[in-house]
């Protein structure tokens, strides 16, 4: 139930590198596995990568492993994602998300498992 603000979204060019943020709030923030999803016009929402609670594990779908980076920091209750090489399939809107389970990351959190949701962000990579 705690609000997630995200920010950092816009209008790039293929290879080009973005940043989004997500805000939460203490103390929710730092106790559950938190991720990212983004959604296509006219298709699902889809998994994009995943991390821990403490920014132990991290998991990423094959579409964007090696190009982006998921990180947690606690102390600021902040989730980020790193996007470099961007594609123009990369394009859609982008939510944050925290788990409503706890306990050991062992496998990827599917999307029913997530309670909090950031109110998206738009990015758009042209080609």
């Known amino acids: 139930q705690a609000q997630l603000i995200q920010s950092g979204g816009g209008l790039v060019q293929a290879g080009d590198s973005l940043r989004l943020s997500c805000a939460g709030s203490?103390?929710?923030?730092?106790?559950?596995?938190m991720a990212w999803f983004r959604q296509a016009p006219g298709k699902e929402r889809e998994f994009v990568a995943g991390v821990s609670r403490r920014n132990i594990v991290t998991d990423y779908s094959d579409f964007v492993k090696g190009r982006f980076t998921i990180s947690k920091d606690n102390a600021k209750n902040r989730l980020y994602l790193q996007m470099s090489s961007l594609k123009p399939e990369d394009t859609g809107v982008y939510y944050c998300?925290?788990?409503?389970?706890?306990?050991?990351?062992?496998?990827?959190?599917?999307?029913?498992?997530?309670?909090?949701w950031g109110q998206g962000t738009q990015v758009t990579v042209s080609s």
């Open positions: 998300a925290r788990a409503s389970v706890f306990g050991p990351y062992e496998r990827r959190i599917a999307v029913t498992e997530y309670a909090d």
């Open positions: 203490a103390p929710t923030f730092s106790l559950y596995a």
